[in-house]
């Protein structure tokens, strides 16, 4: 069974507390020079994880990641599709 995962952005105040953050998910990337790590967790865990990292003294924010309310399914583009004469209207208008 594949479980959902949420991706967080933790913003914080020093970069030596990033290992801390480790027991809460999965880190995977974190940056000393912005100070802000990227978590994954579980999805039906999200809102007490959030709550957890936010009561923490050196966390400046918590940030959601939306990748996974994006819709990645796309429609391909037929290279030869006319253009159409609304939108060529539109371009003589403007030139």
């Excluded at 020079?33 to 990227?38: I, R, T």
């Excluded at 579980?42 to 959601?64: A, G, H, M, P, S």
């Amino acid at each position: 069974m594949i479980v959902k995962r949420q991706g967080l952005v933790v913003w914080i105040k020093h970069h030596k507390y990033a290992k801390r953050l480790r027991r809460y998910g999965h880190m995977i990337y974190s940056s000393r020079k912005q100070k802000y790590l990227l978590l994954y967790v579980d999805q039906d865990q999200v809102e007490d994880v959030i709550e957890q990292i936010q009561r923490l003294n050196f966390v400046k924010k918590v940030d959601y990641s939306y990748k996974p309310y994006v819709d990645t399914v796309y429609q391909k583009k037929d290279k030869h599709e006319p253009v159409k004469e609304e939108y060529e209207e539109e371009i003589r208008t403007v030139f």
